[in-house]
Each structure stands twice: as structure tokens, then as C-alpha cells.
């Protein structure tokens, strides 16, 4: 949409354009804090994986506040690991979601809820992606 030569964009379109990107940043901060699994993207969203719809972000959602503002709410749902006091590592998912996502975005994070829907136990399980340790060795 062209006004008096210049282009204009709506705010509706970039923030929609936007929340994908967010909900990438949110993904990884989450993924690479000691104690986090992966990310549980649910059942629709493993249904959508299987016929080969994959969203960004999955595992996140990401919603702003009304009107004008650049206040962002995130939420993450995630698989822990046994072993570690999950209100612990909810905290540390928290702080580092809010400080990555403020650093890359310019946006202001007002929440960033966390909700723990699984605890695996890592002996029982094998993760294709490698150790954690490795993970956050290579975000690092």
C-alpha cells in the first residue's frame, strides 16, 4: 500500500510476520537451558509434523498486548529431565527467554510462562540430536 509515495505496512501483518521469529529465538533460548528435554509441541502439533506441516516455534506460543504496544507475552511448554527441580529450571528457562528475546528483538518481554508437561527420564530415552551438554555447547 503506497500514501504520498512512501510505502506502508500494517501493524497487524508485521506482527503476525514477527511472531514466528520470536517464537524461533524463544525455541532456542528454551532448548539450551540445563535441564530442558525439548520442547512439547503437543498433539495437533505432532499430528501437523507427521503429514509434513512443521511450524516454527513449536512448543512456543507468542502473543502481544493490545493496541500499540511492543509488550510481548511468551509461552513455552516443555519436557524436563528427571533429576532436576523443575521451579529451578522453569526460572532459568524464564531469564534466558526474556533476555534473548529482548537482546534480538528490541521488544519488550512482559511474561514468559513456562509449563512442564512431561519428565523423562534420559536413561530410558535416546536422543537422536545428541547430549544436552553438546547442545549447549554449540549455542554457546
Not at 533429576?83 to 512482559?110: C, I, Y
Not at 545428541?130 to 554457546?140: I, K, L, Q
Amino acid at each position: 500500500m503506497e500514501h504520498d509515495g512512501r510505502q506502508q505496512f500494517s501493524i497487524k501483518g508485521e506482527r503476525m510476520m514477527s511472531q514466528g521469529f520470536i517464537a524461533q529465538y524463544a525455541a532456542e533460548a528454551a532448548l539450551h537451558t540445563e535441564g530442558v528435554k525439548r520442547l512439547n509441541t503437543g498433539v495437533v502439533s505432532s499430528l501437523k509434523e507427521a503429514i509434513g506441516l512443521a511450524a516454527e516455534g513449536s512448543g512456543v506460543r507468542v502473543s502481544f498486548r493490545g493496541g500499540e504496544s511492543d509488550d510481548v507475552i511468551i509461552t513455552v511448554y516443555l519436557d524436563v529431565l528427571y533429576g532436576h527441580v523443575m521451579p529451578e529450571v522453569a526460572w532459568s528457562v524464564q531469564e534466558r527467554v526474556k533476555r534473548d528475546v529482548e537482546r534480538f528483538t528490541g521488544l519488550n518481554v512482559d511474561a514468559v510462562n513456562v509449563h512442564v508437561m512431561r519428565v523423562i527420564d534420559e536413561s530410558s530415552e535416546t536422543d537422536e540430536r545428541g547430549s544436552d551438554a553438546a547442545r549447549r555447547e554449540e549455542y554457546s
